[in-house]
């Protein structure tokens, strides 16, 4: 099956609209990832249709949520990709969500590198792209509890997550981790660490990616608090002394 075909039927089964040029621009984002990706140890995942499922259909599942994720009625909505890597799950999401604003957080040169060139070749003018670890950009006040939406994919465990992406959204903003169908499970060790960053649980959420054999599930949180000033910790702390 062709690529096009598995993102048209994909599309379709999420319930997601788009534009001719957004169906491209996801081609054209798949085409560099495929590209680059022994060059700059992008993903594990080699062949383009593995890509495509695993990384570029999973990053963008969320939007079939869309109305509870974000908002609508802020055009100036910034969202925040911790952990990014190759550009996932922001830029797919940057692709179909052209209104709202995307940083983009890595601290590998490398990847960083190629998030440049992927920026430039994509034409994509509501990305920005931001190096350095999130413990450390998470104490700066440019960045710092100002997000309206903050996101992680397959990063780490709930409670060192938490760390590294509660700090950086406003009050009332929110939080959502993509994660396995384990995800209730891991959610207990996870709850005093997500309390004692200023969040809370706003919705656990079940998602079927198309042609992708698991579930996938979503923990929304939401920003009720200020996260107190001693957070986020160095990543050595927070590693060995998880919440």
């Not at 802020?74 to 990709?81: F, T």
């Not at 009720?224 to 050595?236: D, H, L, M, Q, W």
Request: zero cysteines; charged letters at 30%.
């Amino acid at each position: 099956m062709k690529t096009e075909d598995i993102l048209k039927s994909s599309l379709k089964e999420l319930e997601i609209s788009y534009l001719n040029e957004q169906l491209e621009a996801i081609k054209n984002y798949l085409d560099v990832v495929y590209e680059y990706n022994d060059k700059f140890s992008l993903t594990g995942t080699k062949d383009k249709q593995s890509i495509l499922i695993r990384h570029i259909l999973d990053s963008i599942s969320i939007l079939k949520y869309q109305g509870i994720i974000f908002s609508d009625r802020e055009k100036s909505e910034k969202v925040l990709d911790v952990g990014t890597g190759a550009g996932l799950p922001g830029i797919p999401l940057a692709i179909f969500l052209i209104d709202k604003e995307f940083y983009l957080i890595d601290s590998s040169l490398k990847k960083i590198g190629f998030l440049d060139i992927l920026v430039k070749e994509l034409k994509l003018q509501n990305v920005i792209i931001v190096r350095g670890r999130a413990e450390q950009i998470a104490r700066d006040k440019v960045y710092r509890e100002s997000f309206d939406v903050v996101l992680s994919r397959a990063l780490a465990r709930i409670n060192i997550l938490s760390e590294l992406t509660i700090p950086f959204s406003k009050i009332n903003g929110k939080i959502m981790f993509y994660k396995s169908i384990k995800l209730r499970d891991e959610l207990s060790f996870g709850k005093e660490a997500i309390l004692r960053l200023g969040g809370k649980v706003d919705s656990l959420l079940e998602i079927k990616v198309p042609y992708l054999k698991e579930y996938r599930s979503l923990l929304l949180l939401k920003k009720v608090k200020e996260t107190p000033v001693i957070y986020p910790r160095s990543f050595n702390k927070i590693k060995k002394q998880p919440l």
